[in-house]
């Protein structure tokens, strides 16, 4: 009987140079798992692969060394346990996050929630040629967003409350780009300046700034064989609702203009970063 190895690799099978061995992707939404998953994994390391796993630069984990006759098993098992396995091919892959602000004090956004809601909406989804978003939680941008199809940042739109402010300066201290300045009177921030990170409302004692969460869209990253920094070019984005619209944009542009084997950035070069723009800028104004 013949083996469809394209389907193998649709669903993590990744071929070794050793015959009939493959290294499996599993599926590690937002760079998550649970203890049990962890023992689980481990478990099916030893009894069907060489007792090792791989960790991935995407926060994936690899299970190498199972071997063809027992890829129905091992699929079984793990998913009998909660671990899925991932995606490979011309498809959306799985998502990566930081630990955004449940955890991290810098995070602006929920990451790992994002990351889920991203992944339960296009993972899997075919396209000309492999699709990859990350999530990072603020200007730290530990997750390196602009490496991705599509990035996110998570970041603050904020705004001044005189009657809390006492003037005591921590706000403009803590800003790294010099966004902020005081006079005896006021503190005034320039707008070209501000990168969104909310550095002077985490810093501000009195809660004399606000600061409302957001997302910090960038489109075309890649760093494979091509490497390129995705451009940002939207303003924040403040509800869910505008972002899958532009991410349901992104993904339509590139299902229409893209051509097999060519990445996003490419198909977005060839047609046109104006015409790329205008359609990312109609979604965003809904």
């Not at 590690?28 to 090792?52: E, F, M, P, R």
């Not at 978003?133 to 940042?153: I, Q, R």
């Not at 203009?257 to 809904?286: C, H, L, Q, S």
Request: hydrophobic share 35%; net charge positive.
């Amino acid at each position: 009987m013949a083996v469809d190895y394209k389907a193998l690799k649709n669903g993590g099978f990744m071929r070794q140079i050793q015959k009939n061995n493959f290294s499996l992707r599993l599926r590690v939404v937002g760079g998550n798992l649970t203890a049990d998953q962890l023992l689980t994994i481990a478990q099916i390391s030893k009894k069907y692969g060489d007792g090792h796993v791989h960790l991935t630069s995407r926060q994936g984990v690899e299970i190498p060394f199972i071997k063809l006759q027992d890829v129905e098993n091992v699929k079984a098992e793990l998913e009998g346990n909660g671990v899925n396995t991932g995606v490979c091919g011309p498809r959306v892959r799985t998502v990566t996050a930081c630990q955004g602000s449940k955890i991290c004090p810098s995070g602006c956004i929920d990451t790992y929630l994002l990351a889920l809601e991203i992944s339960d909406r296009y993972l899997g989804r075919q396209l000309p040629h492999k699709f990859k978003f990350g999530v990072t939680g603020c200007m730290n941008n530990c997750l390196k967003a602009e490496e991705n199809d599509l990035g996110v940042k998570g970041g603050y739109t904020v705004e001044w409350i005189p009657d809390a402010c006492t003037l005591c300066g921590v706000c403009v201290k803590a800003c790294r780009e010099h966004a902020l300045t005081q006079t005896d009177k006021e503190v005034r921030i320039d707008l070209e300046k501000c990168n969104h990170c909310g550095r002077c409302v985490k810093a501000c004692p009195f809660d004399a700034w606000k600061g409302e969460p957001g997302y910090l869209i960038s489109f075309g990253g890649t760093f494979g064989n091509l490497i390129a920094k995705g451009e940002q070019f939207l303003p924040v984005i403040k509800d869910k609702e505008t972002f899958f619209r532009i991410a349901d944009a992104a993904l339509t542009f590139f299902d229409k203009y893209g051509t097999p084997y060519e990445r996003f950035r490419v198909a977005i070069e060839r047609k046109g970063w104006d015409e790329f723009k205008k359609e990312m800028e109609a979604a965003y104004n809904g």
